[in-house]
């Protein structure tokens, strides 16, 4: 049963650009969170994916933006790289008929570097 | 915010049983306490989830206090594997089924030969 799987996992990109992150989710699962985790400090909330749409979101500016495909698997896009966007991202999958009982299960991440 | 409180830091031998505690003094009635850690360099792992029973799985022990306020994550039997930051985290319904993890700073569990 493959867990959650996140491309690539490294990546370095210079300031300005654009940066396009991968993630499979779990089998059976239908939610997909990315959150971002800067070095030293806990993961943080960027949004949440269902049914392609965009459910929730956190503190985060337009620059972030995903996508959610047909079989569940999502994008995260973030534009007009900036130093302070070098982190950890990662992806967490869900079900949500398990609503608040349903675990979110992590990937290991993409670890994006910007110079 | 993190609507947790858990020490900074701790330590145990390798063998014992570790219990890392988490105060949730503000916890409501239908928000779960859900138990992951972090190994350097990988993504958080799900450890285990309770709303109100104590729970118990392969990998740990939940024990959550009558009032809720406050829980007890145990380790049975640390190894050095066991080593990482471990998060306390309450989850709470916020519009949708599927709400978000708000992660605090954790503990860091050093487990010593």
């Known amino acids: 049963d493959a867990g959650v799987t996140q491309s690539p996992t490294h990546l370095i990109k210079t300031r300005g650009q654009q940066v396009t992150l991968r993630c499979s989710p779990k089998s059976g699962h239908d939610t997909v969170s990315w959150y971002q985790q800067a070095l030293g400090q806990g993961p943080q909330f960027i949004f949440q994916y269902y049914e392609e749409e965009e459910r929730q979101r956190g503190n985060f500016p337009d620059r972030f933006s995903g996508h959610q495909f047909p079989n569940y698997s999502s994008e995260l896009n973030v534009n007009a790289l900036l130093l302070g966007d070098s982190a950890l991202y990662l992806c967490?999958?869900?079900?949500?008929?398990?609503?608040?009982?349903?675990?979110?299960?992590f990937g290991n991440g993409t670890r994006l570097t910007v110079t | 915010d993190a609507k947790t409180t858990q020490p900074t830091s701790m330590d145990c031998a390798e063998g014992r049983a570790a219990n890392l505690p988490c105060n949730h003094s503000?916890?409501?009635?239908?928000?779960?306490v859900y138990w992951y850690r972090q190994i350097h360099s990988q993504g958080p792992q799900y450890i285990i989830h309770g709303l109100k029973n104590n729970e118990t799985n392969e990998m740990a022990s939940l024990i959550i206090t009558e009032d809720r306020k406050s829980s007890t994550l145990i380790l049975p039997h640390a190894t050095l594997r066991d080593t990482a930051v471990y998060y306390c985290i309450v989850r709470a319904r916020e519009g949708g089924a599927n709400s978000k993890l708000t992660f605090g700073k954790g503990i860091t569990l050093s487990v010593r030969p």
């Open positions: 967490a999958s869900s079900l949500a008929g398990g609503g608040l009982n349903s675990p979110l299960h």
């Open positions: 503000t916890i409501s009635g239908n928000e779960y």
